[in-house]
């Protein structure tokens, strides 16, 4: 099995994980990152009802990301679409839908999320998505 081939299919376990537990599998996605994980997010804290999502870099303050995802944010959808793979990168394309618990806003866009993988664990990731829509549903 090629590189591309090993990180893709780690990866759409984890996302099908991710949905099917409508974003209660922190600890596979915990698991799947190196202890010392470069960690991004498009809005970098600037949402100021969200600001954990922004960027980490280690697995441990990881848990401060999801633990703000899981308070916040009901998941409505979440369709991980294309794999798009090349060496040890991986970029997931996908749509998602989340409401936000307080506001009842709802976010809905689509989102990139970039990888690099290393012998099956993860050391880097940035995700990008409409983050106009994220400051509007928090305020």
Known sequence: MSVESRNVAILKQAYDSWLASRGKSVSEWIDLCDANIAFGSLANGTAVQANYLTSYSSRDALTEYFA????????????????????????????????????????????????????????????????????????
Do not use: S
């Open 68 to 139: 703000g995802i899981e308070r916040d944010w009901e998941m409505l959808a979440y369709d991980a679409q294309d794999y798009i793979a090349q060496g040890d990168r991986v970029v997931v394309l996908l749509q998602c839908e989340w409401r936000n618990r307080r506001t009842g806003k709802v976010v809905a866009t689509p989102k990139a999320d970039i990888w690099r993988l290393n012998d099956g664990k993860a050391v880097e990731y940035y995700e990008f998505y409409d983050t106009a829509q994220v400051h509007a549903a928090v305020a």
